[in-house]
């Protein structure tokens, strides 16, 4: 919903790197309708699929796309920034089921391992999840641009490597990017017998408040504090237990998300180049604010794959055992999203349905007070994870 800010914070950062003549946005159709007429030079469609459109602007009609949205709409969103047509083409193109239909590497969901998980699953502790979205919230800002931001990935790889110290199979690396400063985090329990094949567990590091992201206090104690702080208490679960997979783990925190997915998308473009063979992939962003009444967990249907939704269905019934239910982001939303455009199975479980979303994310009021206190609802997500985990990795 924020995108408009996290856009205009990347056609910014990216000048500083290499202005770029021209971006591909893509952009929903009932949004391109409505400001079309008021923009000041025409825009033609260059490609359209699910219900959206491809369109080249420079970067200060991308900014004037921006303003007109939010004066004219009154809302922020509804259109995604691409490097190339082809990237922009690709985003439309390749938005779940269809595409793994054709091409999936993988399909045994079955769930038997009740005499792990079960146990894992109930030793899932509220206030440890909480005590870390206290202590991610304590940087000023996560904003990958910034010293702040940089510090506060060393710190997730710090406290992941703490938990892991004592297993030889287990290692923790920064993830550095080329273009800005703040690196992303990949934890590794290497497979004992299909070590090739890789299931994924992530989350964004980094956080963003007002329209220039910048030094601005950003807590984002929700977006994304909370799936951070699920992850590690996922991590710290399967350390205790001595846990070893058949299959390589991995545990990602993803830098500079609010900006466009970037480091996501560095990470899964170079598993797709490197032909890894990742059988699944669960993002976990927003996990803490319960928005929506009747509903626990609220898995989105589109950028995703809609097998594995179904199998993170059946998990929450056999473990977690709350409500759950589907929504819809409308446009490539966090992370999970580059996973699906690189040709991979994504999930992702989230806190509320799209119409009861959490408004204070982005801004500064982004805090565990404001999202009820507790991490009660974040432990959920929690147990999910540790469930996909446990099933998918044997
Ligand atoms: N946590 C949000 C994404 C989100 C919003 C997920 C609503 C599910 C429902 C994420 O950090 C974010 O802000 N994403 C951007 C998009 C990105 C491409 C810059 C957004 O939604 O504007
Ligand atoms: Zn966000």
Redesign the pocket.
């Known amino acids: ?3 408009i ?3 205009i914070a ?1 056609s910014l950062s990216a000048a500083s790197f290499a202005a770029p003549e021209a971006q591909w946005l893509t952009v929903d159709n009932d949004v391109l309708a409505k400001i079309r007429p008021k923009l000041n030079k025409s825009v033609q469609t260059l490609f359209s699929a699910q219900g959206a459109s491809v369109v080249k602007l420079t970067p200060s009609e991308v900014e004037q796309l921006s303003e007109t949205i939010h004066n004219e709409l009154h809302r ?2 509804g259109f ?1 920034s691409h490097e190339s047509f082809e990237e922009a083409q690709n985003a439309l193109s390749f938005q779940g089921d269809t595409y793994f239909a054709k091409s999936a590497i993988f399909s045994d969901y079955s769930i038997d391992q009740a005499s792990k998980v079960a146990p894992m699953v109930a030793q899932v502790e509220e206030p440890s999840i909480r005590s870390m979205i206290e202590k991610l919230a304590t940087f000023n800002t996560r904003y990958y641009k910034t010293e702040t931001g940089t510090k506060s990935s060393e710190f997730i790889r710090d406290t992941w490597a703490d938990l892991s110290k004592h297993r030889s199979d287990v290692k923790v690396e920064l993830y550095k990017h080329p273009s800005w400063p703040q690196a992303s985090i990949i934890m590794t329990i290497e497979g004992s017998e299909k070590s090739e094949e890789i299931v994924i567990l992530g989350g ?1 590091a980094d956080s ?1 408040a007002g329209m220039f992201g910048g030094s601005g206090r950003a807590p984002g104690a929700d ?2 504090a909370s799936g951070i702080a699920t992850i590690t208490e996922v991590i710290k679960i399967l350390m205790n237990n001595n846990y070893k997979p058949k299959r390589t783990v991995q545990f990602m925190g993803y830098a500079a ?5 970037l480091g996501s998308k560095d990470i899964a473009a170079s598993y797709k180049a490197g032909n890894k063979k990742v059988v699944g992939v669960m993002q976990l ?2 996990t803490l604010f319960k928005g929506t009444a009747d509903k626990d967990i609220v898995m ?1 249907a589109d950028f995703t794959n809609a097998a594995q939704n179904e199998f993170l269905g059946k998990l929450i019934d056999e473990y977690v055992k709350v409500s759950w239910g589907y929504s819809r ?1 409308g ?4 992370d999970h ?1 580059s996973w699906t455009a690189n040709g991979y199975p994504a999930s ?1 479980p ?1 806190e509320s349905a ?1 119409e009861d ?1 959490n408004h204070k ?2 801004t500064a009021n982004d805090t565990l007070q404001n999202s009820g206190g507790d991490a009660k609802h974040a432990a959920k997500f929690a147990k999910l994870a540790t469930a996909f985990i446990v099933e998918l990795a044997k």
């Open positions: 919903m924020k995108k800010i996290g856009l990347l922020c969103g995604i964004h963003i977006d994304n998300e609010e900006v466009g997915l962003d927003m989105m982001c446009y490539g939303c966090s999203a992702i989230f799209m979303l994310i982005h």
